[in-house]
């Protein structure tokens, strides 16, 4: 539970007052690479003994494991009902990208439930979108859900989600003047703080590339590919039903960060409920299957024998960056039969972006 010992180092340097991005910790020496707003609320992981915090983050990511299921669930369109929602989390404990995250200890669980439950609230709800910015100032990365809601015209969800983003700078800021100006004039750019791209456990197409070309740096290829990528997954987004919309974000965002560890996919969850709601038992299969397998751990990938991978095992150490374009091809499709069906009824071409649009496409209960 090497990220809840990080948490916890975060914690105890907001503290004591103590340089926040100065530190390292574990065997693997790993630094703090959130904002400070994040460091400001794992002060409480300071509190426990190391045994019990992990203890607890185990128990608390079961506890939101079963949530996201629910959250998925409603998302979905699919009933939401105790037994079926205990067994389904059961079951996606052993959903590769979900037992990473009880293993490292990490809140990637937190933040799905954060944003999955602001997108899935009613249009007009009270402060709709101030979770989703909340997510975003703990971990940067959420925040491309924000373009997601100006792009399909809901400007009032995106600048609440916007002003909630600042708010936690600010109170960074507030709170530790020094850290928040190394962070966002030097340490957000340090990409390498991270960790190392090109490691299988970087399932994003810049770990892809790496491994494909043998070199720890894919330069243009990549940053060409991740530009194309990023430009047709909001594309596909703005045209998709709204269901899609989301998770063509959520794993356009996976693709073209930089880094995205194995365990950053716990977006396969809501992806999986979408496939079931839609009838698609055997895409949902296989794509369960892809999540199970684990393979790219079954690839040698001690020291750097991720860079000298033959060709036959790359999909073995890439399978989410590769399944993930399939993805987006699928909602493109899923967009081009919601026009196609909008102007069969008459209806104008983004009825399903309309303030009124059908409830069909319409998330939520």
């Known amino acids: 539970m090497a990220d809840t010992l990080v948490y916890r180092a975060e914690g105890a340097a907001v503290a ?21 707003f994040a460091a400001i609320l794992f002060v409480p992981t300071t509190w426990l003994p190391v045994t019990a915090l992990k203890a607890a983050f185990v128990a608390g990511n079961a506890l939101l494991l079963a949530l996201l299921v629910r959250l998925s669930c409603r998302f979905a369109g699919l009933p939401v009902r105790t037994p079926q929602v205990l067994g389904a989390t059961a079951l996606a404990l052993w959903l590769e990208p979900v037992f990473q995250t009880l ?23 009270l402060g709709k979108g101030f979770a989703l910015g909340v997510a975003a100032g703990v971990k940067l990365t959420p925040a491309v859900f924000v373009v997601l809601l100006l792009i399909t015209g809901r400007v009032r ?18 709170v530790l003047p020094k850290a928040s100006a190394d962070f966002w004039t030097r340490r957000i750019f340090e990409t390498d703080r991270v960790g190392k791209a090109w490691i299988i456990d970087n399932q994003s197409l810049q770990g892809l590339f790496a491994r494909a070309l043998h070199t720890q740096e894919p330069g243009a290829v990549w940053a060409a590919t991740a530009a194309v990528t990023a430009v047709a997954g909001l594309w596909i987004a703005h045209r998709a039903p709204e269901r899609w919309g989301v998770l063509t974000v959520a794993f356009t965002a996976l693709l073209v960060s930089p880094i995205s560890w194995s365990h950053h996919w716990v977006w396969c969850v809501p992806l999986l409920a979408v496939l079931i709601a839609e009838g698609r038992r055997r895409t949902a299969a ?18 750097d024998l991720d860079l000298q991978l033959p060709w036959w095992q790359q999909p073995l150490a890439s399978p989410y960056p590769l399944l993930a374009p399939a993805l987006l091809a699928f909602a493109a499709l899923r967009a081009r039969e919601a026009a196609e069906s909008s102007t069969r009824a008459g209806a104008p071409e983004y009825v399903s972006r309309a303030p009124g649009r059908d409830r069909a496409d319409a998330i939520g209960p």
């Not at 293993?103 to 709800?125: E, H, K, M, T, Y």
């Not at 299957?289 to 751990?297: D, E, K, N, Q, S």
């Open 16 to 36: 004591n007052g103590t340089d926040l991005y100065g530190f390292t910790v574990t065997e693997w020496q790993l630094p703090a690479t959130y904002p400070p």
């Open 103 to 125: 293993v490292f200890g990490q809140i990637n669980l937190a933040l799905v439930c954060l944003v999955l439950w602001d997108l899935s609230r009613p249009p007009g709800s």
């Open 157 to 174: 969800a995106g600048l609440t989600a916007l002003a909630s983003l600042l708010g936690t700078v600010l109170l960074g800021a507030l």
């Open 286 to 303: 296989a794509v369960t299957a892809v999540f199970l397998a684990r393979t790219m751990w079954l690839v040698p990938h001690e020291g």
